[in-house]
C-alpha cells in the first residue's frame, strides 16, 4: 500500500532456470497507488515462438500438426514446396524506419549477409558486409558495433561522428529522397 513513486520500476521479472527453461520469476514491490501496469519481456526461445505461431497459424487454417519441433540442417534430398517474395527492400526500410520495427531491422541485417556473403545469413556477416558497404562508399564509421541489428544489443554502438558521416552520406545518395520518406513524421505516424 501507499503513493506510487516510481512506477513499475521495483518489479524484477526473470527466468532462473535460463531461456530454455519453463519458470518465470515475478517478484519486488509495487505501490498500489501506481494503479496498473503492464510489463513485456520475451519468454520463450526464437525457435520455440516460430514454431507455436506457426503451428497456431495451421490448426487455424483447418490442419492438423502431429509432429513437433526439430532443429537441424536441411536434408540434401528436401523438396521445395513454396516461395515467398517479399516487399521491396524501399517498403521494408520504410516499416523498419517508420515503426521502429527491431524484428525487421534484425532479419534485413540477416538478408544482407545471406544477399552478399552467402548462405548461412548470420548477424557476423551481416556486420561485415555493412562495413564493406561504408569502406566501399569511404565513410568513416569510427566505433561502429553490430552485433544484431535491432538496436536492442547492450554491445551495440555507433559513435555521434560516425552516425553523422552515415547521415551525410545517405543524404548525398541518390536514394536521398526515398530515405527521408522513410522517417516517422512526428506526431503523424511511426513512433517519433
Known amino acids: 500500500p501507499g503513493a ?3 512506477g513499475a520500476g521495483g518489479i524484477v521479472v526473470a527466468m532462473p ?3 530454455a527453461g519453463n519458470v518465470l520469476s515475478v517478484a519486488g514491490r509495487y505501490a498500489s497507488g501506481c494503479g496498473p501496469t503492464s510489463i513485456t519481456r520475451a519468454v520463450m526461445r526464437a525457435p520455440d515462438f516460430a514454431f507455436g505461431t506457426f503451428k497456431t497459424f495451421w490448426q487455424q487454417s483447418g490442419g492438423t500438426l502431429n509432429g513437433g519441433l526439430r532443429m537441424g540442417p536441411v536434408p540434401a534430398d528436401a523438396k521445395l514446396l513454396y516461395t515467398h517474395e517479399s516487399l521491396t ?7 523498419v524506419n517508420k515503426f521502429s520495427s527491431n524484428v525487421m531491422a534484425r532479419h534485413l541485417l540477416l538478408t544482407l549477409a545471406v544477399e552478399k556473403a552467402g548462405r548461412p545469413g548470420t548477424t557476423a556477416a551481416g556486420g561485415r558486409v555493412i562495413g564493406e558497404f561504408f569502406a566501399g562508399r569511404g565513410v568513416d564509421v569510427p566505433g561502429l558495433v553490430l552485433e544484431n541489428g535491432s538496436g536492442l544489443s547492450r554491445v551495440e554502438r555507433i559513435s555521434a561522428e560516425g552516425l553523422a558521416n552515415v547521415l551525410l552520406d545517405a543524404w548525398r545518395s541518390p536514394y536521398a529522397a526515398e530515405f527521408q520518406a522513410s522517417l516517422p513524421l512526428s506526431a503523424v505516424d511511426g513512433t517519433l
Do not use: D, H
Not at 89 to 95: A, G, M, N, T
Open 4 to 6: 506510487c513513486k516510481r
Open 17 to 19: 532456470e535460463g531461456p
Open 89 to 95: 527492400l524501399s517498403e521494408v526500410i520504410r516499416l
